[in-house]
């Protein structure tokens, strides 16, 4: 039982990671390539993890739990700053 709720915790974390990172302006910041770059990587994972959950391939067992609380602080992290990487990766 725990283990399908924490993966469907998961899944939902990285649907909102996903969304924030997608539908992110930048509306006057600077444009930073690398920053670019690894929010493209973090989308794909994301939208990778979502598939692997849908089609029953992988499942999050509950030892992974400190994992879902880093993915967690990442998602709200985004949504505090509409999606821009770079503050969160400096640490605000």
Not at 31 to 41: E, G, L, N, W, Y
Request: glycine fraction near 6%; proline fraction near 3%; charged fraction near 15%.
């Amino acid at each position: 039982m725990a283990s399908i709720l924490l993966t469907w915790i998961t899944c939902l974390l990285c649907i909102v990671t996903f969304i924030r990172l997608f539908t992110y302006r930048r509306r006057g910041a600077r444009f930073r390539r690398d920053v670019s770059v690894m929010a493209t990587i973090v989308m794909m994972a994301c939208i990778t993890t979502c598939f692997e959950i849908v089609t029953g391939k992988l499942v999050i067992q509950p030892a992974a739990w400190p994992m879902i609380v880093i993915h967690g602080v990442l998602a709200i992290g985004l949504l505090k700053t509409r999606g821009n990487l770079a503050p969160v990766l400096r640490g605000f």
